[in-house]
């Protein structure tokens, strides 16, 4: 049996308003972060399950990358020196 979670609040990122502040955007034309999607979808999942509680269980992970291959999950990842730092997935 897979619960459903609904963290409230939800975060979600509502692209169309989202605003970079010009710190994040001076950071990311230093270039020591490099931004990639979709290429490591479940690590990002598993980095964001590792915590003391979580609710991204193994058939959690198996869904959504069941998803992912399918087409309708993806990540976004943030990388520094060949090495996953961050990210984002749904």
């Known amino acids: 049996r897979i619960e459903w979670f609904s963290p409230d609040p939800c975060g ?31 690590a990002v999942m598993r980095a964001c399950a590792e915590r003391d509680e979580t609710w991204i269980t193994e058939d959690i992970v198996g869904s959504y990358v069941s998803l992912h ?14 090495a996953l730092v961050g990210g984002l997935y749904g």
Request: proline share 4%; glycine share 6%; charged share 30%.
């Open 12 to 42: 979600i990122l509502p692209l169309e308003t989202f605003h970079a502040p010009s710190r994040l955007k001076r950071t990311m034309r230093q270039s020591r972060f490099e931004v990639r999607i979709d290429t490591a979808f479940e």
């Open 69 to 82: 291959r399918l087409g309708v999950g993806h990540s976004v990842e943030t990388w520094q020196d060949g």
